[in-house]
């Protein structure tokens, strides 16, 4: 699933024609670096490898005063056959990224149990400071939102929640998980 070309085509769709430096506006008064999984600045490349692929096609180039010129783009049949596939995908494909700290935590160093505790109390700050960043975020901007753009910013509050409370559960379940990892280690003779 490619959220960026999902952006693009469906914004060219849905307001028309555009320039390059127009949808990265767009893109930035949505704040779509803050909740997809691309940056403003990629729709430029982007621009390219759809035209390309002949999912859009310049339909004029534009100059105002002393600016460069600007290639305005708008979507192809069969852009519009893929919008229509990538609509449909984003909403019914899950994708979860693996997250480091799980392979981390699986492959902890024996002579540092001890800090354990300490790292993951550190870790729940983070993401409850980064929950109550997004929160006022979204309070700050909601105003502004359409009901489906306030419903997928929400869904990133609901993420950063439920991370949260697994990290709590977890570190509940610490005293036993050392102890597990403690046995474990000496039943396989490994270094501790």
């Known amino acids: 699933m490619s959220s960026i070309r999902l952006f693009v085509l469906g914004s060219l769709a849905d307001r028309g024609a555009m320039h390059g430096h127009a949808l990265r506006v767009l893109a930035e008064q949505e704040h779509i670096d803050e909740w997809t999984d691309f940056t403003v600045g990629a729709v430029y490349g982007v621009l390219k490898r759809l035209a390309t692929e002949g999912l859009i096609e310049v339909v004029r180039t534009e100059r105002e005063g002393n600016y460069p010129e600007r290639q305005v783009y708008d979507v192809t049949s069969s852009g519009s056959l893929a919008l229509d596939d990538l609509r449909r995908e984003g909403l019914e494909f899950f994708e979860l990224h693996p997250d480091a700290f799980d392979l981390a935590f699986s492959r902890l160093d024996p002579d540092r149990l001890d800090e354990l505790e300490g790292i993951i109390s550190t870790r729940?700050?983070?993401?409850?400071?980064?929950?109550?960043?997004?929160?006022?975020?979204?309070?700050?901007?909601?105003?502004?939102?359409?009901?489906?753009?306030?419903?997928?910013?929400?869904h990133q509050l609901a993420k950063l929640e439920g991370e949260i409370a697994w990290h709590h559960s977890l570190l509940t379940a610490l005293p036993e998980i050392i102890s597990d990892e403690l046995t474990k280690r000496s039943a396989k003779g490994l270094k501790s």
């Open 124 to 154: 729940i700050a983070a993401l409850e400071r980064l929950l109550e960043d997004t929160a006022a975020h979204h309070k700050q901007v909601d105003q502004y939102l359409w009901k489906s753009e306030q419903w997928a910013m929400s």
